[in-house]
């Protein structure tokens, strides 16, 4: 099954908007909005920062329900995903909107547009699924855009696939309220979180947003039994000092432990940082290099061709586990979970004869 193969099946329309989760209702006909850390407050007629939560009559609609604007077949590598049923096809999602403002974001066709314009396919939270089954995809995953926003449709779908036997990721920025979060993770069974830097000034004026949310979803959805992965994307000259990637490292081995996989992902000039050159491949072996050598015993190289960086290796051995060939696996010698040293890899991997 290729990249970005299109999803088969019929499309039906479902009737009317979706009315939100996540709100309260203030003074004046405003409306407090309690999905992510930014608390819109959305005057009447008004949509919140990430343009798909409206305040129509003094109730929050989310305008995405069940119409995302992306739906393609995926290998699972390609969220990246490396110790979570590797090797095999995802059904991924997304919609129109994004809760941050990244200056350097890879997706912003969608992101960063509204609802109205971008062309939105109808597809109910059992149809979803369906596409998942139909395609052979025994996973589903919300992705291209911040799924956060449209938690209310994840929750669905979420809930349609847990009956059916169909695994759930989330690729996500992380930038949720703790209330939202037991809701929506409740359901999920995997996450690819970006951590984007490790200073409140990058965030700041990069992503618009702030760190410390962030910081605090990643041992939760651990504490919640969520697979996690973590992915930075290393841009030149505003994240990618190796100081700043030591200390990333030892947080993530403090508060998530040697066995997290982290991933450092190249930066290519998009969006409004077309004036920043791409992230040199020296770039990306040093940050591998330093979490390593802090303890980290699963960290990778993303978005450019290194056998190395993106291999799978055994811990206790050092010997190679799986191979890949950027988004595609061509060898995994992991049986039942374990190395055949008997060394245990952390992760949830398909049978052997998946493979």
Not at 84 to 95: D, E, K, N, Q, V
Not at 97 to 125: A, H, Y
């Amino acid at each position: 099954m290729s990249d970005n193969q299109t999803v088969t099946g019929s499309i039906d329309r479902p009737e009317g908007m979706q009315e939100a989760r996540w709100w309260r209702p203030e003074e004046e006909g405003r409306i407090l909005c309690t999905l992510c850390p930014r608390y819109c407050r959305i005057g009447e007629g008004q949509a919140g920062f990430c343009f798909i939560r409206k305040n129509i009559g003094g109730t929050l609609y989310s305008l995405a329900y069940a119409q995302p604007c992306a739906i393609n077949v995926d290998p699972i590598e390609k969220k990246p995903l490396f110790h979570y049923m590797p090797g095999t096809p995802i059904l991924s999602m997304g919609t129109a909107g994004c809760n941050m403002g990244c200056k350097f974001c890879q997706n912003w066709e969608i992101s960063k547009s509204r609802e109205d314009q971008v062309r939105s396919r109808l597809l109910t939270p059992s149809q979803a699924v369906a596409a998942a089954i139909d395609n052979d995809c025994p996973s589903l995953a919300y992705t291209y855009n911040e799924p956060t926003i449209w938690g209310e449709y994840v929750v669905d779908i979420s809930k349609v696939a847990r009956r059916r036997g169909i695994k759930t990721v989330m690729v996500t920025n992380g930038y949720v309220t703790e209330e939202a979060l037991a809701d929506i993770y409740g359901w999920i069974d995997a996450a690819n979180v970006d951590l984007k830097g490790f200073t409140e000034g990058f965030y700041r004026k990069i992503t618009l947003t702030h760190l410390e949310p962030v910081l605090k979803t990643l041992p939760l959805l651990k504490s919640m039994g969520v697979w996690v992965e973590v992915t930075t994307l290393l841009i030149p000259g505003l994240n990618d000092d190796m100081g700043e990637i030591r200390e990333l490292s030892r947080w993530i081995l403090e508060h998530l432990g040697p066995e997290q996989p982290l991933h450092f992902t190249a930066f290519h000039p998009d969006f409004r940082l077309l004036d920043v050159h791409a992230t040199p491949h020296e770039t990306l072996h040093e940050a591998r290099r330093v979490a390593r050598e802090t303890g980290l015993r699963y960290v990778y190289e993303g978005n450019v061709m290194c056998d190395e960086g993106s291999t799978t290796w055994c811990p206790s051995c050092g010997e190679p586990l799986i191979l890949r060939s950027w988004h595609r696996v061509i060898k995994n010698r992991i049986v039942d979970g374990a190395c055949p040293c008997g060394r245990r890899i952390a992760g949830f991997f398909p049978p052997a004869s998946a493979h």
